[in-house]
């Protein structure tokens, strides 16, 4: 693989390692300095994948695309302070130290604009685990092909573009998650076209280890066992990044997620599905209140649509406040240029956890919605479970996506975008609740292959 999967992440040192109560800080630079990289020679960093979908879709490589200086780093790094992750969009480092009074001697140095605290306490690293054990389903398999996932993917009318020939092939996909307990050790993904791991949270550790929701998440995109579950993008190739800590709730999150979707975009993949949506925090003070909803005020609002400006189709959940307090829809899933993901039941109505929409600035979310209500997954053990949450509902109908784009190559990721919600039971009478509604996916197949085929 390419360079920068040796250098995006030597600011990450071993954190876990520290002993007491730490403090995390986001320092935000003035600029990023001269890291050495030249917008004439990007591949110097980025990937052949990630450069080539920039000039099909006649996006420029610009400074934004290159990392933080290492002088700027060694520069925070000289008041003792541990440097954590970095975004190079927007020029911030999270840094870590058990003194909460460097905040002083940061906001001293002349390359920092301003630091904000946005994590404390001690992380909880997940126990590496060395069996072998083989977890293989003992579903019984059904007549059907899709198995127990069938009602899921024919809701979408996904089957049809599936037999057309449209199952993934050559597109690449990152799964951003929690964890993908077990999933380099079930049956169901023996055939997962696998283009690496990561971890933000922990470098160097398992993505394999510690939680099990990204697990159930990739067996609706990625599962491919017939008669028992296949997903609705099994031939797709996959990067899976886990940007979530489990042990608390606190702004890094968002640095975590924003790491994770730029190493992405470095990557070179096409599609990002992500299950994971934030608002409130363990610290009251930190957490957002319902006029942020606007897609500009949350990082990780911004920095979804950034990776949507490099042309990547970004798919992220709706949340699951539709019974809270909240109600509506969480981060980033109020940003532009992406497409959100609401629920709802095999009767098509919409699940009572389902966040809703609009944004604060009124714009249409959720865009659309899939089955979330009683979802077919696969679980760490390798069977088959049902499972409730807009979580399950985004690759289930990200998948399909996925496998409209394959079919579709001429189109960009805001006009497949376009005609997911144009092919929606909703679109004339798009609401907060549904969004457009249920996208027909072959139905916007055949559509658009006409047009495309037409003016050819």
């Known amino acids: 693989m390419s360079r920068f999967l040796s250098i995006i992440f030597l600011c990450c040192l071993p954190a876990w390692l520290w002993a007491g109560e730490n403090y995390r800080f986001r320092v935000y630079l003035k600029d990023k300095g001269d890291g050495g990289y030249r917008v004439e020679e990007p591949e110097a960093y980025l990937s052949k994948q990630a450069i080539e979908r920039r000039t099909k879709n006649n996006i420029a490589v610009t400074t934004a695309d ?3 200086s290492r002088s700027y780093i060694n520069m925070l790094s000289e008041t003792g302070v541990k440097p954590v992750v970095e975004s190079k969009w927007f020029s911030t480092v ?5 003194d909460s009074t460097v905040v002083g001697q940061l906001q001293q140095l002349s390359i920092v604009d301003s630091v ?3 994590w404390k306490g001690n992380l909880k690293v997940p126990a590496e685990e060395t069996g072998e054990e083989r977890f293989v389903s003992t579903d019984k398999p059904q007549d059907r092909e899709y198995g127990y996932a069938e009602k899921q993917i024919r809701m979408l009318n996904g089957i049809k573009l599936h037999e057309a020939g449209f199952q993934g092939e050559g597109m690449r996909v990152a799964v951003i998650d929690a964890g993908f307990m077990n999933a380099d050790r079930i049956s169901a993904f023996d055939s997962l076209r696998l283009l690496g791991t990561y971890n933000i949270v922990f470098p160097g550790k398992s993505v394999f280890v ?3 929701h990204g697990t159930k998440v990739l067996s ?7 008669g028992v579950m296949v997903g609705t993008a099994p031939k797709a190739s996959y990067l899976l990044l886990k940007s979530e800590d489990s042990d608390s709730e606190y702004p890094i999150e968002e640095d975590y997620w924003t790491a994770a979707v730029e ?8 599609v990002i599905s992500s299950s994971l949506g ?6 009251d003070e930190l957490s957002y209140d319902q006029s942020a909803l606007d897609g500009k005020t949350a990082m990780i609002s911004r920095a979804a649509s950034l990776a949507a400006d490099r042309g990547i189709l970004v798919f992220c959940s709706a949340g699951n406040e539709g019974n809270g307090d909240w109600e509506k829809i969480t981060f980033p899933s109020d940003a532009a240029g992406i497409f959100t993901v609401g629920a709802i039941d095999e009767d098509k109505k919409k699940s009572s956890f389902s966040s809703v929409g609009f944004t604060a600035d009124s714009r249409v979310k959720p865009d659309a919605v899939a089955l979330g209500t009683g979802s077919c997954v696969i679980g760490p053990n390798g069977n088959i479970r049902y499972a409730n949450g807009t979580s399950f509902a985004t690759p289930i109908l990200a998948g399909m996506g996925v496998c409209l784009w394959q079919s579709l190559p001429w189109l960009n990721n805001r006009e497949v975008i376009r005609l997911m919600n144009r092919s929606s039971n909703r679109y004339k009478h798009p609401n907060k609740e549904f969004g457009y509604g249920i996208p027909d996916f072959y139905k916007a197949y055949k559509k658009e292959r006409k047009n495309g085929l037409r003016s050819k």
């Open 94 to 98: 999270v840094v870590e130290s058990a």
């Open 66 to 68: 290159f990392p933080i």
């Open 278 to 283: 934030y608002f409130s925090f363990d610290a």
């Open 263 to 270: 190493y992405a975009d470095s990557a070179g993949v096409d």
């Open 210 to 212: 510690g939680d099990d």
């Open 116 to 118: 904000k605290w946005i």
């Open 220 to 226: 609706c995109l990625a599962a491919d066992i017939p």
